[in-house]
């Protein structure tokens, strides 16, 4: 299902900053079979980063994360996995990692980042 935002979205809201980069990450090997054939996780994770943010659009990203800390998932518009063009799908079930920031830069925080798992492409 292709994303009905076009962008970053989190349960069909948009952020209301995109982030300054976005990375699909390598899913982990559980090692090999018989035919020296890598065995790969199911599911995929991806990278969020923003270089620097507002206080008011890390509160939205915060916020995301808080409704679905522990018992809840979420459905995100994120760039097509393998897609021959950037197209954004809704990608449902996903879980978000815990925003992580880095240092306070004139009423901005610096390097934040968030990490979306569970992602089935």
Do not use: C
């Not at 306070?104 to 979306?116: A, P």
């Amino acid at each position: 299902m292709v994303g009905a935002s076009g962008t970053f979205a989190f349960n069909g809201t948009e952020l209301t900053l995109p982030p300054t980069e976005g990375a699909w990450q390598e899913r982990e090997n559980y090692g090999f079979d018989g035919a020296a054939h890598p065995i790969y996780s199911g599911v995929r994770s991806y990278k969020l980063t923003w270089n620097l943010i507002s206080a008011s659009d890390l509160s939205q990203i915060i916020g995301f994360y808080n409704t679905v800390q522990n018992t809840g998932t979420f459905s995100v518009d994120l760039p097509e996995w393998g897609a021959s063009s950037y197209l954004f799908k809704t990608y449902s079930g996903t879980t978000l990692g815990e925003p992580t920031v880095e240092a306070n830069f004139v009423e901005h925080t610096q390097d934040v980042s968030m990490m979306i798992f569970n992602i089935r492409t």
